[in-house]
């Protein structure tokens, strides 16, 4: 066989992956859809944003994108840790799609396989794409230790008596949490070993000023999705507590895998602020909450994301057509 013969196999083989890649996702993105939002009560989410004044429903879609921008800047802190030459906005675009699908799918959709897929077609490699993953896992994470590990730690959440650690226990765990997240940041600033092979993947420890940069963003996410919640439950609500309650709900619905915590933050929210709100004022803040920050991002995205694989399909196809095989080459930048 020819090298070009060989070429226009490779290249047959290529298109053939990559429309039998796009029919599952189209396939698998809709199942997953109708399977969250089947249950959902639409007269209900009507009634409950009808219940917040105007204002209150602009701030808080303004927090909303607050917190999308700050998630997003994840990858863009990837972007300076794997020095790859993809333009900022496409970074931006990318992520926020993954984010959203992450919320209200799941992590291996959208976190996973959907960033994989997206940052494939814009030609990083496999490798390159793991390095941004676990960064922005870091961050996300990072930060939470933090927050959370200040906010137990400082004693600015109470549990109910039922529940078996206590408040003591809370607090214990909260200091856990802000040793690990210490040593994070002093293993990135002290540490003389900066690289570590794990499994085959290589896992390098990013300067100090970029781990700050990390836990900032990482925290400051999580500060912003709580902050939407507060705005609208009623003025008595305390901005830490309900915090708080988030970040122990975040943890359980991963725990549960249940996409977007969905019943997990309901009951962690109503069992925690029952002594202090009615449920039905709980109920109603926990519903603008999806609707603002998880339903009304999907159809954006949901938008987005079918334009990303169009514009990629046409790309695709002329690249293939002009030279014959799949493109492989790796942007490059700093």
Sequence with gaps: ???????????????LARRLLTLAFFILIPTLLYIQMKDMD???????????????????????LASYLVYASYDLLGRLYTRHG?????????????????LNLSALVGGIALRYRLYSREGLSAATTTRILSLSLVTNWGGYLLLAGSIFAFGLLHLPESWKIGDTGLQIVGVVMLLLGVAYLAACAFSKRRSWTLRGHEIELPPIRLALMQMVLGALNWSLMGLLIYL????????????????????????????GGLGVLETVFITLLQHEFAKSEILAALIGYRAIYFLMPLAVAAVIYLVLERRAGRSGDSKASSSGVPPRAEHQGS
């Design 1 to 15: 066989m020819t090298e070009e013969a060989e070429q226009q196999r490779h290249a047959k083989a290529w298109k």
């Design 42 to 64: 639409w007269g209900e989410l009507l009634r409950a944003l009808r219940g917040f004044p105007p204002t209150t429903i602009g701030l808080c879609v303004l927090v909303a």
């Design 86 to 102: 993809i333009p900022v906005v496409k970074v931006l675009t990318i992520t926020f799609v993954c984010y959203v699908f992450t």
């Design 232 to 259: 609208l439950l009623p003025e008595e609500a305390f901005y830490p507590t309900v915090l708080g309650i988030l970040l122990i709900s975040s943890v359980a619905g991963v725990i549960t895998h249940i996409p």
